[in-house]
């Protein structure tokens, strides 16, 4: 039962998605080669209706996306579309859990990882964060929510160095950072 309401409750967010964005654009499931500055997001879900529902969004949103059921196929997707910019990753799996797969991709790579779980629970989402995650969010989801902090991700990790103001007032003093005086 928990599970049929958790599903009832993604779908309602997603048609409140849909009713505000308002968008005709349809989703692809492979990388539009035609728009090859969006970003890529590899989902590894095995729930079709997530990733479904999650592509179309993203789609929207400007992303493009590829879907893996599970984490061979993932291990698969992530070595053959080296341009993958974020990944978006369920816990529970059938080939495994994604805190071990995460792990032993954090040895190699420093791709962000957002987590899907479906327990809302402190220890899950600290060791999450503490193995490498780069975010955690709890299902059910709001789809305009997972868009979001994919996009806030991204903005704190691709970024190049922060520029600073030449000046800037902080309370009552003025920084000139160009001639390092206060």
Not at 11 to 38: K, V
Not at 137 to 166: C, G, H, M, N, Y
């Amino acid at each position: 039962r928990s599970s049929t309401l958790n599903m009832f409750k993604f779908n309602l967010n997603l048609l409140r998605y849909d009713l505000i964005s308002m968008s005709t654009t349809s989703h692809t499931q492979e990388p539009n080669p035609s728009l090859n500055d969006r970003p890529l997001v590899l989902m590894i879900d095995d729930e079709p209706a997530i990733t479904e529902s999650l592509a179309y969004c993203l789609n929207d949103a400007g992303f493009d996306s590829l879907t893996a059921p599970d984490l061979t196929n993932a291990d698969k997707l992530f070595l053959s579309h080296r341009s993958i910019s974020l990944i978006i990753l369920d816990l529970s799996l059938p080939d495994g859990h994604g805190f071990d797969w995460l792990r032993q991709f954090r040895g190699y790579s420093d791709q962000p990882v957002i987590i899907l779980s479906s327990h809302d629970d402190e220890i899950e989402h600290i060791v999450g964060l503490e193995i490498g995650a780069d975010d955690l969010i709890d299902k059910p989801f709001s789809p305009r929510e997972v868009v979001a902090r994919v996009r806030a991700v991204l903005r704190r990790t691709t970024q190049s160095p922060p520029q600073l103001r030449t000046q800037a007032k902080i309370n009552s003093n003025t920084v000139n950072n160009a001639e390092e005086i206060v």
